[in-house]
């Protein structure tokens, strides 16, 4: 079968650098993505990565190691804003996306 | 550009009740999805469109079907709703495969009672 795992939840202070991690076991892979969720709202795009290596986007870098079927978002500098759920999804050999169930990010003062 | 738009919000049905959800985008995509929300879980596919006029399954379609008859709207039908159903449900569209974001509707809050 398909699956993705992440933590479910992590707490992180502000000004501090967090990593999310997400493993994967997919049929296929086409890309991995990052999406931003915050409570009550839907998730937002937030990064790609189809080949190994990292990718950096202002305070948010995410990395892909295709070998070992991993990849992690990387937050810099928290912000109390981003306090949100965060979901990894892998885009399959059909073209779908297999989400993660995401990570609870929880960011102190 | 209003993006991805979903009515209603919120519905309250009880069990054996039908109803629709609408979704619209006006980004001319060809891709839109259907999927549901539910705690502790990632977000499942339940039926996708790859064109107006076309439909396919994604992974829990039973008890739900759809309908794109104009490119920017796909509607998600329950014909006789049942607790289970009882989640989040968010649209989405993208322009192409691959590498294309797919941007998300504000969600539709759906409880079977």
């Known amino acids: 079968g398909q699956n993705i795992d992440q933590p479910t939840e992590m707490t992180a202070t502000e000004g501090a650098i967090v990593q999310i991690n997400c493993t994967y076991q997919?049929?296929?892979?086409?890309?991995l993505f990052w999406y931003q969720q915050h409570a009550g709202e839907a998730p937002t795009f937030l990064s790609y990565?189809?080949l190994d290596g990292l990718e950096e986007k202002g305070r948010f870098s995410s990395f892909l190691s295709r070998s070992k079927g991993c990849s992690y978002l990387l937050l810099k500098e928290l912000q109390m804003k981003d306090s949100a759920s965060y979901l990894c999804?892998?885009?399959?050999?059909?073209?779908?996306?297999?989400w993660g169930a995401g990570t609870k990010l929880i960011i102190k003062p | 550009n209003a993006g991805v738009t979903q009515t209603p919000k919120f519905r309250v049905l009880k069990t054996g009740q039908s109803m629709t959800l609408l979704c619209a985008q006006d980004m001319n995509h060809e891709y839109m999805y259907w999927y549901r929300q539910d705690p502790g879980m990632g977000l499942r596919l339940i039926h996708y469109s790859v064109g107006e006029g076309t439909t396919a399954k994604g992974e829990v379609p039973d008890g739900y079907n759809v309908s794109r008859l104009k490119k920017q709207n796909f509607l998600l039908g329950l014909e006789s709703a049942a607790p289970s159903q009882t989640s989040v449900y968010f649209c989405?569209?993208?322009?192409?495969?691959?590498?294309?974001?797919?941007?998300f509707g504000p969600g539709t809050r759906l409880t079977v009672l």
């Open positions: 997919t049929s296929g892979f086409n890309g």
């Open positions: 990565n189809v």
């Open positions: 989405a569209s993208t322009a192409g495969l691959a590498a294309d974001t797919q941007y």
């Open positions: 999804a892998v885009m399959d050999s059909n073209y779908q996306l297999i």
